[in-house]
């Protein structure tokens, strides 16, 4: 018997699963990876966990269904509860039989969970004989901790895994008892052009050591905060610290503002609010410290990349790593506070040793991590996967 050679359907249709559509890195990720594929022509349909903000980009490209409706957003009081209680006597399950109902007149050649949290939804929506792919952005601790069995679930309903870097990829091997053959791995990118020139040039002579997102354990807000108080010890010349992101009415954010006064470092601690251009503030910057406990690709490193600012890191701490090792930047020993405070006293003494790195990172992330080039990479990917 002649054998069959494998064919691509030059129309492919494709569900894409997620956990929300909130501008944070992943949606924004998925948001460009569909994108990308619609104006090559799949035709796209979206299945989230819940709604967000750029909801309204992703319905330009499909359908956007909703697993886990936000019934708090109806105004009407009386109204909430009775829906509310529709939903729990039965019309959730109702609901969600017409999303799969959806699915399956829709004929999907393939299924695309982005975020291990989201793999549960595999086994909820997915055909046997269906091809998927699960893009994996979370490193060990938050798949084990906060993505838990919504991630396990999914992982026999996947037939081909992408990690954002090899440090969850080896997790997905040790952990999960993945074969290493399904998993290939492909770095985040820059989700939008954006160059130095763009930017105007740092305006300040003050040295600025600067970070950025929402304060938490896993960011590291307290190790940055710790770093800026040894750093003061230490060195003569005033260092500024700066985290862009950081809401002070926020009562979950109380305890930084304690441990800043506990730190005695009011002085040179400035907290920048969310601003929809956190750019600006990055071009002001000498260096950025990421100082995350876990960051498995973060997009504000590319950010500030791009604008030629080396980065300072923790080892381990996720995909930083690779471009540290590349030249562009330093790494220290995890949680190390006296390790990384020399580190950045280095560079505020050292122009020539800045300038090499900042020359080195702007060819990193321009190279490595460019729109176009991953953007192919996963086209690629998903195309492979899809061959029958």
Known sequence: MKKTESTFNPSPKIVFIGNDTGRTGAPIILLEVARHLYHLGWKCIFVFES???????????????FWCRNLDAISSKPLRWIVKFGFNLGLRLLDRN?????????????????????????????????PSVMHVHEMKGILKNYCG????????????????????KKTLISEYKIPS?????IPAFMPYDSTSSNYENKKSNQFIVGSAGMPSFRK?????????????????????????GFNTKDSSNQEYMHLIQELDINDIMELIPHTPTPLIQ????????????????PLVVLESGKLGKPVLCFKGSGATDEIVEAGGGTMVTMESIEEMSLAIVQYSKNPNLLAQHSQRIENIISETYSKQHILAKITESVKNSTLK
């Not at 017409?98 to 549960?120: E, H, Q, W």
Request: hydrophobic share 40%; net charge positive.
């Open 51 to 65: 709604d967000g903000i750029l909801t309204d980009q992703y319905e330009q490209i499909g359908k956007c269904y």
């Open 220 to 244: 590291g807000t307290d190790l940055f905060m710790k770093v800026a108080a040894h750093t003061k010890k230490i060195c003569d010349n005033r260092i500024i610290f700066r985290w862009v």
């Open 282 to 297: 990055f071009a002001e910057f000498d260096v950025f410290f990421l100082s995350s406990r876990e960051d498995p690709n």
């Open 181 to 185: 053959h399904k998993i290939e791995v």
């Open 149 to 168: 069995h919504k991630f396990t679930q999914g992982i026999r309903y996947t037939d081909k895994f992408i990690a954002v870097n090899n440090l969850i």
């Open 98 to 130: 017409l999303i799969k109902k959806k699915i399956i007149r829709f004929k999907p050649d393939l299924f695309y969970a982005n975020t291990g949290v989201s793999g549960y939804l595999l086994k909820e929506l997915k055909s046997p004989t269906i």
